[in-house]
């Protein structure tokens, strides 16, 4: 259904509790199959998601700003398509299993030469 939608919002907020998201997977997986974003500026969301290049982001707890955000991205294709290409690149190589498990087993390898 995400890969069918023209655009997936994720408008998350802080909880009054403190409680919030540090990067929803379900926005990771909106970004990899091609849907254009729209998140809030909460916890780690900015990081994927860059205003206007990887998607939109908006306030949290501004319905209106989501409201303009929604109408922006439903009547421009052409947007609608770029940030989508932007963000399943941007997937590709910060999420790319074989370049992260290569760095990781670098890291590894150095750190357990370093200490011995």
Excluded: W
């Excluded at 259904?1 to 926005?27: C, H, W």
């Excluded at 989508?84 to 590709?92: C, H, Q, S, V, Y």
Aim: glycine share 6%; proline share 5%; aromatic share 6%.
């Amino acid at each position: 259904m995400i890969q069918e939608s023209a655009v997936f919002a994720a408008p998350y907020i802080i909880g009054k509790d403190g409680n919030r998201d540090g990067l929803p997977t379900v926005l990771l997986e909106a970004m990899a199959l091609g849907t254009p974003c729209i998140g809030t500026d909460v916890t780690g969301i900015p990081e994927m998601i860059k205003h206007e290049e990887t998607g939109l982001i908006i306030p949290q707890n501004n319905p209106e700003v989501l409201a303009i955000a929604l109408r922006t991205l439903l009547t421009s294709e052409n947007m609608r398509v770029q940030l989508a290409e932007n963000a399943r690149k941007l997937m590709e190589t910060e999420f790319n299993i074989e370049q992260n498990a290569a760095s990781l087993r670098q890291l590894f390898y150095y750190h357990s030469s370093v200490n011995n």
